[in-house]
């Protein structure tokens, strides 16, 4: 069983920067897709970015993109996020979940079976 720990959230001002981290534990996630997700106070959890097994392909949602890079280290079993030019809109506990074996980039929920607890972060304007 894979138990996933976030950290790297906090209280930020509009433009500036945070790297968040995704730590798995239990077993190597080396060989699974990883993605980040988002919920905001009041709304649904959205897709922020994913990343295909061996790092080669990644995917973000058009409202992060150009802004967020997520990557990964297998060696160390993390996957990151670095979040630049944050925008207030960016407020919301963030998790990352395991997506599928061998698996591509998807930004569709029920692709991923393993979630973290989330980490808060806050923008402030």
């Known amino acids: 069983q894979v138990q996933l720990v976030e950290s790297g959230g906090g209280l930020v001002q509009a433009g500036g920067s945070l790297r968040l981290s995704c730590a798995a534990s239990?077993?190597?996630?080396?060989?699974?897709?990883m993605g980040w997700f988002r919920q905001a106070p009041g709304k649904e959890r959205e897709f922020v970015a994913a990343?295909?097994?061996?790092?080669?392909?990644?995917y973000y949602a058009d409202s992060v993109k150009g802004r967020f890079t997520i990557s990964r280290d297998n060696a160390k079993n993390t996957v990151y996020l670095q979040m630049n030019s944050l925008k207030p809109e960016d407020t919301a506990v963030y998790s990352c979940?395991?997506?599928?074996?061998?698996?591509?980039?998807?930004?569709?929920?029920?692709?991923?079976?393993?979630w973290g607890q989330g980490t808060q972060v806050t923008v402030t304007s």
């Open positions: 239990g077993r190597t996630f080396n060989n699974y897709a």
């Open positions: 990343i295909s097994w061996n790092a080669v392909s990644t």
């Open positions: 979940a395991v997506g599928g074996f061998f698996g591509g980039p998807r930004d569709a929920e029920n692709k991923y079976n393993t």
